[in-house]
């Protein structure tokens, strides 16, 4: 696995060296792109298939490797006040979210349910857990396994702003998405 | 023949008549005066009054002695004014009925003495010394309150009960308790989020609900020191309502799905499951008299009150109007249930009686939540956040004198009032 | 043996007289006991209000404002007038079973003539009656002053007939103080009896309300109230009973 991280870094460098050399005329500069393009995606494609075969191991190993696993968990699914189905703009997420849990079948997460302040906070307890519990039903449907998807719910205990304003209390309104360790 | 008996009789009848007679006569003639004459028998007017002119009771207070004695002053004032129940009187203004004197000795600890005298009938009615070896002046004071309040009103005191309610310092949700009035605050155990807290009926223990590696608990915790006990653990939500009079816990767990009720012997620790419905019903309290159970349920669609016996049986819903309404605490008689209820977007708290009758509102500034009744019935301790951050409040239990008890710069909310300290 | 009334093989008609005679007074006698022991109506008993200067405090500015208020309240009079002639019939009814009576019953109704004659003087004059109006008014406006608080005193005296009545009870009522413990429908009766000079010289409770408080609340204001308003001497009442309820 390593020795072909190595030969990528090599590649890479190679390419970049390569566009330093043509600066001169427009047609180079195209082609420049163009395999500046293609190394993009050649990139993209590596890096894939890295998680790929990561995830056949069970395991994220690197610092680099985790900070990618929480980017592709990182948003939050927002909820309508007093309510906990899944809104339209929900579905975008929770489907990338399924689709990361399906190609990391060793990874399990936490769906964390909480609340905006207008609330009390015992009914908001029981709220934020509905709005989890709502979240892992939805991926269930997309095929990841509820055993992988563990509830918690923290009302309107763990707020990520204070104001008192729709705005704040809408990003309060949440179902965040935890790796378990 | 007849003829001759005829007239014997009535010799004879005529001579032995006239004694008997006159007696009949006289006793008929007592009668008749004792029962005809109007002006000479017992005429009684009757006067009515419904309605006590004054309802506060005028009093004054007055210390003499050392420094202490006006500390001593102060606090007690502040105890018994509070109630709502005494008006104060000053000391050369005639008109109070009952009159406080607190003097105070210079000693190495503290020792004060109360006379009480009933200005009206006259004489003391109270006549007491107190002592104490440190200067604990607030409990001392608030013992001589209490010591009043008894003999004048002959009901107890609450001068010496606590509140515990969640601090909020620095992300940590806490429990804590203070004196009533908001002094000597003290943490009773630390968590990183302690919620749902409650008295035991005895006022020796707390239970309460603690988040700790993603797992809700509930705990037990004895209050004379002998540390903290696990009543219920599983995955969900578990959150405790109190303990009744019968030692028994009833708390809400969705472990099966949606949050249920409830309730479990603490000792025995075998919970069983009241309720079943597809919403979710929290916040569950045993009245009093353990004889039912409140909570929340939003089976109807939204968060209402309702109330059921101690096995789940005879449930009915208690408030109609608006749309949420949470957080039901007992009136120690039974008879009503403070709860908080959302109207124009905010919380406010009600008081309604436990049939659903007389629904009335108690608070209109700010979002007030967590309502909970003095063991006398008399005040209200809620939360509010009408003074920027949310603190504690006190009031009395007609939405009259509402003060806020913990410091501003202090995040406080859930108040709930110990039962009498023994 | 044959010592009877008379009512033995064959009653004579004597007997029968004498009887029936007995018969009767003991008949007329048990008709009067439903008036001893229910409630006695107390109505139409005018109260002369000797010297209103003496009483208490109002007593004097009230007057005062009598004389400046010259206007005579004839509907009051008129009602005055009609309530008289009745309880003049009344009595005449009353007078007319008495005949019946012993001695000791005709006494009776001699003092009744005599206070009807005394009420018959009374009605004569009406500037006193405007008076009697006036005073009344003026110590009920300063006692409800005293009483403060909530002005929506429910309290009356047995009917408003009776000016002295509705006197003390504003006086008893403006000293009664009982907090607010949530506690309707507790009821007390004191009955108390007042001398001459309308001090309370002994208060009975008749009555408790099963709560002891309640109970001290309703002797203290009782209390406070002493002296009353000296009754006029024309009232002829030998207790009075004050009943205070929530």
């Known amino acids: 696995m390593k020795k072909v991280f190595i030969i990528l870094l090599v590649v890479i460098a190679f390419g970049c060296a390569k566009k330093q050399i043509k600066t ?124 992988r998807l563990h509830i918690m719910t923290y009302g309107e205990e763990k707020p990520v702003c204070t104001q008192s304003n729709e705005e704040c209390w809408q990003k309060n309104r949440r179902a965040h998405f935890v790796l378990v360790k | 023949m007849s003829k001759n008996l005829r007239t014997a009789n009535k010799k004879t009848g005529n001579y032995n008549k006239m004694p008997l007679l006159s007696i009949v006569c006289a006793l008929c003639s007592v009668l008749c005066v004792l029962f005809s004459s109007p002006s000479v028998s017992n005429a009684r007017v009757y006067l009515d009054i419904t309605s006590p002119a004054q309802r506060k009771i005028p009093i004054s207070i007055n210390h003499k002695g050392t420094g202490d004695a006006a500390t001593i002053e102060e606090i007690v004032k502040n105890d018994l004014y509070f109630t709502g129940i005494f008006s104060d009187v000053s000391p050369n203004i005639p008109g109070a009925e009952i009159r406080i004197d607190i003097g105070t000795e210079a000693s190495e600890g503290l020792e004060a003495s109360v006379t009480v005298t009933d200005m009206v009938e006259g004489g003391n009615i109270l006549q007491k010394n107190y002592a104490a070896s440190g200067k604990i002046v607030r409990a001392l004071s608030h013992n001589i309150a209490n010591d009043i309040f008894k003999i004048v009103t002959g009901r107890d005191g609450i001068f010496r009960t606590q509140i515990a309610y969640i601090a909020d310092s620095a992300g940590k949700k806490e429990l804590y308790m203070m004196d009533w009035d908001g002094y000597g605050s003290r943490r009773i155990v630390s968590s990183r989020l302690a919620t749902s807290h409650n008295w035991s009926y005895d006022g020796k223990y707390i239970v309460y609900s603690s988040e700790g590696n993603k797992k809700w608990t509930i705990y037990l915790i004895d209050l004379m020191g002998a540390g903290k006990e696990t009543l219920f653990q599983s995955e969900g939500l578990n959150l405790a309502g109190n303990i009744s009079s019968g030692n028994r816990l009833t708390f809400s767990s969705s472990k099966d799905g949606s949050p249920e009720i409830y309730v479990m012997d603490i000792k025995k620790k075998n919970p069983e499951k009241i309720t079943r419905s597809y919403g979710i019903d929290v916040s569950p309290v045993f009245s009093p008299d353990a004889s039912k159970i409140a909570f929340v349920s939003d089976r109807s669609g939204a968060p209402q009150i309702y109330i059921m016996n101690s096995d789940g049986g005879g449930v009915r819903r208690v408030t109609f109007e608006g749309n949420y309404n949470t957080s039901p605490a007992w009136s120690p008689d039974g008879s009503r249930l403070a709860y908080a209820g959302r109207i124009n977007g905010k919380n406010q708290i009600f008081v309604i009686k436990s049939d659903g009758t007389d629904m009335r509102q108690l608070t209109d500034t700010g979002s007030n939540e967590e309502p909970a009744f003095s063991p006398d019935g008399l005040l209200i301790a809620f939360d509010s956040d009408r003074d920027g951050r949310r603190g504690i409040y006190i009031m009395r239990a007609n939405g009259e004198g509402q003060l806020r008890i913990t410091p501003r710069e202090l995040t406080a909310r859930a108040p709930r009032w110990s039962p009498y300290k023994k | 043996m044959k010592t009877s009334l008379g009512l033995g093989h064959e009653p004579s008609l004597q007997r029968l007289i004498i009887a029936s005679v007995l018969l009767h007074f003991i008949l007329m006698a048990f008709l009067f006991i439903p008036f001893k022991t229910g409630e006695r109506e107390f109505k139409n008993y005018y109260v002369t209000l000797v010297e209103p200067a003496k009483m208490s405090g109002g007593g004097g500015a009230a007057a005062r404002k009598a004389e400046e208020k010259p206007a005579v309240k004839k509907e009051a009079s008129a009602n005055k007038k009609i309530a008289e002639d009745k309880a003049i019939a009344e009595t005449k009814e009353l007078m007319a079973l008495k005949a019946e009576k012993s001695q000791k019953a005709a006494e009776a109704v001699a003092k009744e003539i005599e206070r009807l004659k005394a009420l018959k003087a009374l009605s004569k004059g009406k500037e006193k009656k405007r008076d009697i109006e006036d005073v009344r008014k003026g110590i009920e406006a300063s006692a409800k002053g005293v009483g403060g608080a909530s002005g929506k005193g429910g309290h009356k005296a047995s009917d408003s007939d009776c000016p002295y009545c509705t006197l003390i009870t504003d006086k008893i009522w403006s000293g009664w103080v009982y907090p607010d413990f949530n506690s309707a429908g507790l009821e007390v009766e004191i009955s108390i009896k007042i001398d001459s000079k309308g001090k309370v010289v002994s208060q009975k409770k008749e009555k408790s309300s099963g709560n002891d408080l309640f109970d001290q609340s309703a002797l203290k204001a009782i209390s406070k109230a002493s002296p009353l308003p000296p009754p006029p001497p024309s009232l002829e009442m030998d207790d009075i009973v004050v009943r205070f309820h929530l």
Not at chain 1, 105 to 120: L, N, P, Q
Not at chain 1, 127 to 132: I, P, Q, S, V
Request: hydrophobic share 35%.
């Open chain 1, 24 to 147: 001169t005329g427009e047609a180079p500069a195209v082609k420049e792109q163009k395999s500046a393009e293609e190394m993009a995606s050649k990139k993209k494609e590596m890096v894939d298939d890295k998680l790929y075969t990561t995830k056949k191991e069970g395991d994220i190993a690197t610092e680099t490797e985790r900070a990618a696993a929480e980017q592709a968990i990182s948003r939050d699914v927002l909820f309508d006040y007093d309510q906990y189905d899944i809104r339209s703009d929900a579905r975008p997420i929770l489907d990338s979210v399924a689709a990361w849990m399906n190609s990391h079948r060793g990874m399990s997460i936490t769906i964390e349910g909480h609340c905006d302040e207008r609330g009390t906070n015992e009914y908001n307890l029981a709220l934020g857990e509905k709005r989890a519990k709502a979240a892992r039903e939805y991926l269930s449907l997309l095929g990841v396994s509820s055993g």
